[in-house]
């Protein structure tokens, strides 16, 4: 019995083992070296076969295209084509590819934003290679890499920020060009007997659309005002240290 149990897990196995296909990994990175050596330290691993190193957005949808491969390890940050976007293409081309977002810096939306545009979730670069190789196996097996209850906190927070985001950009349009223009006057570092003099009114008219800015945008300083102008847009970016 023993010599017929072993003989039959045994050969088993093996058959198992080596019928078993490695998991093809694509790596996106705009950093060369680092993909390169992600790749070096994958392909260590006997079950994972990296069969390219995309450098670019453009480079990665097309690769995707062409290999296939089971699971993405995307770079969020891109020059032209971000990994978001490269993302959401490739899963409408391909919606059985696992792809998992690679961050370098903090972000406590980025969770949201990947899952939004259809990862399975979030790797900071820091994370071990061990780590990185348990993750491709993970989504691999269609398992989540993240809590659900992570996941919706950071749903919940992106869709605060962009209720937010909407609430300023509203008030930030009934600014009249009038009121745009003395920010931009006030941005470029200028006085407010230069702004008065430049936009031909009185230096309490001056006041009286300054004080309108403050109360349209719900801030107490001239320097809330700017920073949220320029932070929506609103008038060119100025080295903020040097408004006075």
């Known amino acids: ?37 992600l790749e ?15 450098t670019d957005g453009l480079d990665a949808v097309a690769s995707a295209t062409e290999f296939h491969p089971d699971v993405v390890l995307m770079d969020v940050s891109m020059p032209g084509m971000n990994g978001l976007e490269a993302t959401r293409r490739i899963k409408r081309c391909d919606p059985e590819a696992a792809v998992v977002i690679l961050s370098g810096h903090d972000d406590e939306y980025m969770l949201a934003r990947a899952v939004q545009a259809g990862a399975a979730g979030l790797l900071r670069k820091t994370q071990a290679v061990g780590d990185v190789a348990s993750t491709v196996r993970r989504v691999h ?24 985001d909407g609430d300023v950009k509203g008030r930030l349009e009934r600014l009249t060009p009038r009121e745009i223009q003395i920010l931009e006057a006030m941005a470029a570092g200028r006085q407010p007997e230069e702004i008065a003099a430049e936009l031909g009114m ?43």
């Not at 809590?147 to 927070?157: G, I, K, P, T």
């Not at 001056?206 to 949220?228: F, G, P």
């Open 1 to 37: 019995m023993a010599g017929n149990g072993n003989g039959s897990g045994t050969g088993n196995g093996k058959a198992n083992g080596a019928a078993r296909k490695p998991i093809t990994v694509l790596i996106v990175d705009d950093e060369r070296t680092f993909g390169e050596a």
């Open 40 to 54: 070096v330290a994958l392909d260590r691993e006997k079950d994972l076969r990296v069969v390219h190193v995309a």
């Open 141 to 164: 097996r269609g398992e989540a890499i993240h809590d659900q209850s992570e996941v919706e906190r950071a749903q919940r927070r992106l869709r605060h920020r962009r209720d937010v």
């Open 202 to 244: 009185s230096p309490n008219t001056l006041r009286t659309h300054t004080q309108n800015v403050l109360t349209k945008l719900r801030v107490h300083s001239k320097m809330e005002a700017l920073v949220l102008a320029i932070r929506y847009g609103k008038v060119a970016t100025v080295d903020l240290t040097e408004i006075v």
